[in-house]
């Protein structure tokens, strides 16, 4: 299992979207692709950007499919955050039946 604490990389405000596509190209998708569930822990992050989620996770869900959620965990997110969250993931799945 990999656990990544978003707020090392971005601090309390997750906004930065090349930050976000860089942990998703440096870490997530190389702990995916060998095996590993990924835990993002978002401890200490008190807002986060659509954009910055959108960054992080919606090429994951396009690459692999909405099933690879079973192996990703958002960890200790404010609800604001996890609101967030719930909004990419929809509206990238949406994107993905047409």
Do not use: W
């Amino acid at each position: 299992m990999k656990k990544i604490n978003i707020v090392e990389y971005v601090g309390a405000f997750a906004e930065n979207k090349d930050k976000a596509r860089a942990l998703r190209l440096q870490e997530i998708v190389p702990a995916l692709e060998q095996g590993q569930d990924v835990v993002l822990d978002f401890n200490g992050v008190d807002a986060a950007t659509q954009s910055f989620i959108h960054a992080l996770i919606s090429e994951i869900l396009r690459q692999y499919g909405s099933d690879i959620l079973e192996r990703i965990t958002f960890k200790s997110c404010v609800p604001a955050v996890r609101k967030m969250i719930e909004i990419v993931v929809e509206y990238t799945q949406e994107g993905m039946t047409d």
